[in-house]
């Protein structure tokens, strides 16, 4: 009887369907089911655009114009930058980067105009007439160095012997306090070309902004569109016309 009942227990056991032992993801899937084939996404190439950081500065379109198109294009080629408002009489000043470091109001060249008179950097004072006392408009390669009087200003052209630098203030009767902390640009053209700041702006703001490296200047027309000036663009513009480059580009990849 014993014999009888082993007997059929290895019958059954020939007899019993062949499963195969597996574990993890192999037991989810059967030996004979097909690969499972997923398709890689094709969304579009994000293009984003860079700009400059204001924080909570306000800007005239030119200058936040300006701003982007500086950070997006690289053309402050890593340094740090600063750009003089001459419409509205404010200079900003920026990192390396793009961040606005610090704004202030501006004193400018008694005339109106862009250009810079022949020889003039080499005059005095008073071979200066009213006319020839303009702050030129223009990329300038800006410096810390010294004045004739021995003191630390930031040189924007040597040549014509324009630069920006604390307030001057000796002569009373040109009230250049009042004109700075005054409410309106409209009293703001004073100087013989040079651009004049706060003191405090000068010292927490531009002299450590340009400590130990160069910079960049960017002097704003009055007289010309900006875009005429710096050859710059708009940042939007151009991202959008960067998508649009890349369309075809993704369309092939998805009939591909």
Not at 123 to 144: C, N, Q
Request: net charge neutral; proline share 7%; glycine share 8%.
């Amino acid at each position: 009887m014993r014999m009888y009942r082993i007997g059929i227990v290895l019958l059954g056991l020939v007899l019993l369907p062949h499963f195969a032992v597996a574990s993890g993801d192999d037991a989810a899937t059967p030996p004979s089911a097909p690969p499972i084939s997923v398709e890689p996404s094709l969304s579009p190439v994000a293009t984003s655009v860079k700009r400059a950081v204001f924080a909570r500065v306000t800007a005239s379109r030119d200058v936040r114009h300006i701003a982007d198109w500086v950070v997006d294009s690289g053309d402050n080629k890593g340094l740090p930058f600063v750009i003089v408002d001459k419409k509205d009489a404010r200079v900003f000043v920026f990192d390396a980067a793009g961040r606005i470091q610090g704004a202030a109001p501006v004193l400018l060249g008694l005339a109106r105009g862009d250009h810079t008179v022949t020889g003039i950097g080499d005059r005095e004072f008073s071979d200066m007439p009213p006319e020839t006392r303009t702050t030129p408009a223009g990329r300038f390669v800006a410096a810390l160095g010294m004045s004739t009087r021995g003191v630390d200003i930031l040189w924007i052209d040597y040549e014509a012997a324009v630069s920006l630098h604390r307030v001057i203030n000796t002569n009373r009767k040109e009230r250049r306090l009042e004109r700075l902390a005054s409410p309106t640009p409209l009293d703001n053209r004073i100087s013989y070309g040079c651009i004049n700041v706060p003191v405090r702006f000068y010292e927490k703001v531009v002299r450590p902004a340009f400590s130990g490296t160069d910079g960049i200047v960017y002097v704003l027309p009055e007289t010309s569109p900006v875009r005429v000036a710096f050859g710059s663009y708009d940042v939007e513009e151009r991202g959008r016309h960067r998508n649009a480059d890349q369309a075809p580009q993704i369309a092939t990849l998805a009939e591909d």
